[in-house]
């Protein structure tokens, strides 16, 4: 990923959230109040941003992490929480992976 289109699409993710949440559009607000709580997930948090440090300068980084973010939540689901393996909480604590390692990336162009 460039970092032109890292930080455009920043910019413009950034800006659809804000107006969301000015104009009270629960379609965008809901689930993004969801990812940002499953977020708060230290093992999430944790196993993200070592994944997507160790992992950067891959070819298929996003695929990858799309990868280790079913794994560790997969994980996390059996071991630690339980119940259904497959699950709209599931699905947003993988969002949440990817968030961080977006961030992971934000972070480095950055520098």
């Known amino acids: 990923m460039s970092k032109r289109s890292c930080f455009i699409g920043f910019i413009v993710t950034l800006a659809v959230v804000l107006a969301s949440f000015v104009l009270h559009f629960s379609p965008v607000t809901a689930p993004v ?17 070592i994944a997507a440090l160790l992992l ?13 973010g079913l794994f560790i939540v997969a994980l996390m689901q059996l071991f630690l929480i339980g119940g259904a393996l497959i699950s709209a909480a599931a699905l947003y604590r993988v969002l949440a992976f990817l968030v961080y390692a977006y961030l992971v990336i934000l972070a480095r162009h950055m520098l």
């Open 33 to 49: 109040a969801k990812i940002f709580y499953a977020m708060q997930n230290p093992y999430i948090a944790l196993s993200a941003v």
């Open 56 to 68: 950067l300068k891959q070819k298929y980084y996003w695929l990858i992490m799309l990868g280790c």
